[in-house]
């Protein structure tokens, strides 16, 4: 998403455990992080935003193990959703609109779950006046409706 960092997963070794695919168009800043530690011993307002960076990204990674782990498919759709919207509030959009950019099979990849399942999970959404979806566009109408569906999993 634009505005986003990643490669942190190379600092310790140089090398780079995942990969990443735009799916959309994007412009990409490759910046060896030999380069960000120089500059940030002469700005130290950078070290601090660096470290807030990758604290964001610690979270984020383990956002994504809880959802690969014990919740329900309407549980991970909430959260993923949830996650989307509040990313693109970061960035000053909407947080009731947005486009997927990923295909359903392509979220269910991403959560752990089959192409139907994901599409159920959508139409159960959709029929219970939690969101709008036309295609890859989806309108969140009951935002606490999603943070329900996730935060049962929280309450465990």
Known sequence: ?????????????????????????????????????????????????????????IVRENSVMMLLGNMRAEERLAAFLLNLVQRLHARGLSQSELVLRMSREEIGSYLGLKLETVSRAFSKFG??????????????????????????????
């Open 1 to 57: 998403m634009a505005g986003e960092i990643i490669g942190l997963d190379g600092i310790v070794s140089d090398h780079h455990n995942c990969n990443a695919i735009a799916l959309e168009d994007a412009e990409v800043c490759v910046m060896p992080f030999s380069n960000v530690e120089e500059l940030s011993r002469e700005f130290p307002v950078l070290q601090r935003h660096v470290h807030k960076v990758m604290s964001r990204e």
């Open 127 to 156: 029929e219970e006046g939690i969101i709008e979806v036309k295609q890859r566009y989806v309108r969140i109408i009951e935002p606490e409706a999603l943070k329900k569906i996730f935060k049962a999993q929280l309450d465990y």
